[in-house]
């Protein structure tokens, strides 16, 4: 589908957050863990994820997003801890916390999810849990992983970072053997 892109909608983390990232995954390396890691250039908190759209449709999502972001006023949120999805007995993805000023992330996620139904893009179904991925295990995870997740948390501890967000991103995706390539098709900086 070379005239489809895949596409999603995200914050991109700043410098500060990408080394919390890279300290994490040192960390959960130490604790043992084996993963497919995140490159912490790489990490961002998705907003919503749109899969494959025909490339024409680009000029009409960046409009979209730049009447939402117009609206927003900018805030910060606080990352850290870890934890995995969907669970700890099945664990797939190491993730990092995202807490601080989430009820205006829900907002702003809600919003892009409403100019998108107005461009009929198909909302999520999966509820909105703010994370930034870290890596994605390996299957099957080792008998020890309950005790590796737990040394991994006790490194991790209270360490946290402040992350401003003042804009949202459309991200172009393309999957490769080396790992995801993201391309940045527009950014929609806040008016607030």
């Known amino acids: 589908m070379a005239d489809h892109w895949r596409l999603f909608i995200a914050v991109i983390p700043d410098r ?6 890279e300290q994490t995954q040192a960390y959960a390396r ?3 863990l084996t993963a497919r890691w995140v490159k912490p250039a790489g990490v961002h908190l998705t907003l919503n994820f749109l899969g494959d759209q025909p490339q024409e449709r680009v000029a009409a999502l960046c409009q979209a997003l730049q009447q939402v972001a117009a609206t927003q006023r900018s805030f910060s949120l606080t990352l850290g801890g870890v934890g995995v999805f969907p669970n ?3 664990p797939r993805v190491l993730w ?4 601080g000023a989430v009820a205006p992330l829900t907002a702003l996620q809600q919003a892009v999810t409403v100019a998108l ?3 009929e893009i ?3 179904t999966r509820p909105f849990r703010p994370h930034l991925t870290v890596g994605r295990l390996r299957d099957p995870v080792p008998a020890s992983f309950i005790q590796q997740l737990d040394r ?6 209270q360490r946290t970072v402040s992350l401003p967000v003042r804009q949202i991103t ?4 393309e999957l490769g053997s080396g790992g995801a390539r993201y391309t940045p098709c527009c950014v929609a900086p806040f008016g607030g």
């Open 152 to 157: 991994l948390q006790a490194s991790v501890g």
């Open 170 to 173: 459309l991200i172009r995706s």
């Open 16 to 21: 500060p957050t990408q080394l919390l990232v």
């Open 88 to 90: 700890r007995q099945r």
């Open 96 to 99: 990092l916390g995202v807490g």
């Open 30 to 32: 130490a604790a043992g």
């Open 117 to 119: 139904t107005v461009l």
């Open 122 to 124: 198909p909302a999520e």
